[in-house]
């Protein structure tokens, strides 16, 4: 059973930066592709980022220039967030999924995520 563990929300003032951190454990051969995506209550879930375990990574337009994703080693993403807005408060999420079949993170979409972690707040304020 693969779990993901966040890490590296906060509380921070607009402009600044924070990183966020997801570990997935609980797998031993399966590759995976990883993604963020964050929630406000009310509103539907975004996909922000997704990384592949070859590198290559998807944006959204509303991050693009401002937040990067990357892999350290196989088992962990981070998300770095800077010139961050209002609007970015968020909680944040790390998901994944395995890369067979075709399935590749640059399909932002939740049901292409089937593993979740529980989520870590960002609170951006003025």
């Known amino acids: 059973q693969v779990q993901l563990s966040e890490s590296g929300g906060g509380s921070v003032q607009a402009g600044g930066s924070l990183r966020l951190s997801c570990t997935a454990s609980g797998f031993s051969f399966a590759k995976l592709y990883m993604g963020w995506f964050r929630q406000v209550p009310g509103k539907e879930r975004e996909g922000v980022a997704g990384i592949d375990p070859d590198g290559t990574t998807t944006y959204a337009d509303s991050v693009k220039g401002r937040f990067t994703i990357s892999l350290d080693g196989a088992k962990t993403t981070r998300l770095h967030m800077s010139a961050l807005q209002i609007d970015d408060t968020a909680m944040y999420c790390c998901?994944?999924?395995?890369?067979?079949?075709?399935?590749?993170?640059?399909?932002?979409?939740?049901?292409?995520?089937?593993?979740w972690g529980q989520g870590t707040q960002v609170t951006v304020s003025s």
């Open positions: 998901a994944a999924g395995r890369w067979v079949l075709g399935r590749r993170a640059s399909d932002l979409s939740s049901p292409n995520f089937p593993i």
